[in-house]
């Protein structure tokens, strides 16, 4: 997979010679415009919108392009190691698939096209609870995917929404344990949807229309809560009820820690405090997010959280991150600033919405091909050794500046 990672620009540029192209921007960051030409209109509204007038989004970027990479030459970074250890497995990049809900909105494949796609690259992948397929089909999907691969170490990992009723969120998360999920994803910055207005201009939320509630509806202790027979309206009536639970609150996390011994994260976490308080109450790790700039307008970045959550739990605590991601030179600035691995999350939906599977393994062949490059033009020689010395902010730079790679972590 290193081979392949390293060789793509080199087979891309073979195969031009014979009048072949890639079958979708190499670009990453124009994967939107392209997936806008081939969505409805909703559907575009639905994968790119973003809250209110879209600041928060627009933060996550600037973010990002504040910091320069500020490589150092003669490293003898020839060959370089992108694995990265989480919760005792071993992965072939500090990268995942986050959790994206409703995924048939752009694909009538959905969650099972991502999923095929991210086994083809060999990348993890979170599975929203919000799945247009239920737990137990894309688990079964990654399982036959895997068969007959070299590897079958591929983790996956699901993404609660904690309902309002206890019983349902038991029954997702002994589901997810029985087929074999690793870990547990509580997203916690979403205790109601955010104003979107690109949906609110079109009256459109998936969900009410059927998508991306599978698992609920093939939940027991869901359907134990309607009258027999129950279907098309009073079903989603009943998920309108069920899903939104905007009461959840810290003291509620020791019950959901009692109830599994998988590693639990907590993802949507930007205030140091909260990142010490989902500690202390049993979580193993958090993510550092803003949903991607999909809840709060006019929310920090979440770049610019990631240092000082990462300085409150230390350096042996799993802290992953999300919101704005989009290349690999993007992916090295998190890791620098203090992130374990990202979760990559939009320009892969465009992917899946383009060429399904083979779109959403392009995006992430792509991606890694740009990070393995990153790593090589910075002398670096693992994502191990990244430390905020290969980071210029802007402006001169100092008298003196420290190595851009140090020793591996030890997290």
């Known amino acids: 997979m290193q081979a392949a990672r390293s060789g793509l620009v080199r087979e891309i540029y073979l195969a031009g010679i014979g009048g072949h192209t890639p079958p979708l921007p190499t670009d990453l960051t124009a994967l939107e415009d392209a997936a806008r030409a081939v969505l409805a209109p909703t559907a575009y509204g639905y994968a790119a919108g973003n809250a209110g007038t879209g600041a928060t989004g627009r933060a996550n970027r600037e973010a990002f392009d504040q910091w320069r990479l500020l490589p150092r030459m003669l490293q003898g970074a020839a060959r370089r190691d992108l694995t990265v250890s989480l919760f005792g497995q071993r992965l072939s990049a500090p990268v995942l698939l986050a959790p994206v809900a409703a995924q048939t909105v752009v694909h009538p494949e959905g969650e099972l096209a991502s999923v095929r796609g991210a086994l083809d690259v060999e990348v993890p992948f979170v599975l929203s609870t919000g799945a247009?397929?239920?737990?137990?089909?894309?688990?079964?999907?990654?399982?036959?995917?895997?068969?007959?691969?070299?590897?079958?170490?591929?983790?996956?990992?699901?993404?609660?929404?904690?309902?309002?009723?206890?019983?349902?969120?038991?029954?997702?998360?002994?589901?997810?344990?029985?087929?074999?999920?690793?870990?547990?994803?509580?997203?916690?910055?979403?205790?109601?949807?955010g104003y979107r207005p690109a949906d609110l201009d079109h009256g459109y939320l998936p969900f009410l229309n059927g998508a991306g509630i599978a698992n609920f509806t093939s939940d027991p202790a869901f359907r134990s809560g309607l009258p027999a027979g129950a279907d098309g309206p009073a079903v989603t009536a009943h998920w309108a009820q069920v899903f939104a639970n905007p009461t959840l609150n810290w003291e509620d996390l020791p019950w959901l820690r009692g109830l599994t011994s998988l590693p639990l994260l907590l993802k949507g976490i930007l205030h140091p405090d909260d990142a010490r308080r989902a500690l202390d109450l049993g979580a193993d790790?958090?993510?550092?997010?803003?949903?991607?700039?999909?809840?709060?307008?006019?929310?920090?970045?979440?770049?610019?959280?990631?240092?000082?959550?990462?300085?409150?739990?230390?350096?042996?605590?799993?802290?992953?991150?999300?919101?704005?991601?989009?290349?690999?030179?993007?992916?090295?600035?998190?890791?620098?600033?203090?992130?374990?691995?990202?979760?990559?999350?939009?320009?892969?939906?465009?992917?899946?919405?383009?060429?399904?599977?083979?779109?959403?393994?392009?995006?992430?062949?792509?991606?890694?091909?740009?990070?393995?490059?990153?790593?090589?033009?910075?002398?670096?020689?693992?994502?191990?050794?990244?430390?905020?010395?290969?980071?210029?902010?802007?402006?001169?730079?100092?008298?003196?500046?420290?190595?851009?790679?140090t020793e591996p972590k030890t997290r």
């Open 132 to 193: 247009s397929h239920t737990l137990e089909e894309v688990a079964a999907t990654a399982d036959a995917g895997g068969a007959d691969r070299a590897t079958d170490s591929i983790p996956r990992w699901f993404q609660l929404y904690w309902p309002a009723d206890r019983a349902v969120a038991e029954s997702l998360v002994r589901r997810a344990e029985a087929k074999g999920y690793t870990a547990l994803v509580l997203t916690v910055d979403a205790p109601s949807f």
């Open 285 to 405: 790790g958090v993510i550092v997010s803003n949903h991607g700039g999909r809840q709060l307008d006019g929310s920090v970045a979440a770049l610019d959280a990631l240092p000082s959550v990462r300085a409150a739990v230390g350096q042996s605590v799993p802290v992953l991150f999300d919101s704005g991601v989009r290349t690999g030179s993007d992916i090295v600035k998190a890791l620098a600033l203090g992130a374990d691995a990202i979760l990559y999350g939009r320009p892969y939906l465009y992917g899946l919405a383009l060429r399904g599977r083979e779109g959403v393994a392009h995006v992430l062949r792509c991606l890694l091909a740009e990070l393995d490059l990153t790593l090589a033009l910075t002398g670096c020689r693992s994502v191990g050794e990244l430390a905020q010395g290969v980071l210029a902010p802007p402006g001169p730079l100092p008298v003196t500046f420290q190595a851009p790679c």
